[in-house]
């Protein structure tokens, strides 16, 4: 059984979010329906959780923990000349 998370730790959530969000990457939460078409058997793979949405919350639950961690954001800037 997987341990609980704190989802009001925006650290944990980003933890639990991350392995979610590569699992489905990797395949590991597809699901399977077969189903009969008249003498047809037919199967449809289909991963039900929306990826997008999915990593809109892991990016806002990272950059919330980066920001409790180290007091505020971190971003990276590139200067030319």
């Known amino acids: 059984m997987a341990d609980a ?3 009001t730790d925006p650290c944990a959530r980003a ?22 078409n008249g003498d047809v058997d037919e199967d449809v793979w ?9 990593r809109t919350e892991l990016a806002d639950a990272e950059a919330q923990c980066a920001a409790r961690s180290l ?5 990276f800037a590139f200067t030319a000349g």
């Open 5 to 7: 998370v704190d989802w």
């Open 15 to 36: 933890t639990a979010l991350r392995t979610a969000y590569f699992g489905l990457l990797s395949g590991q939460h597809e699901q399977r329906i077969r189903f009969r």
């Open 46 to 54: 289909f991963t039900a959780p929306k990826i997008d949405l999915l």
């Open 71 to 75: 007091g505020k954001p971190r971003r």
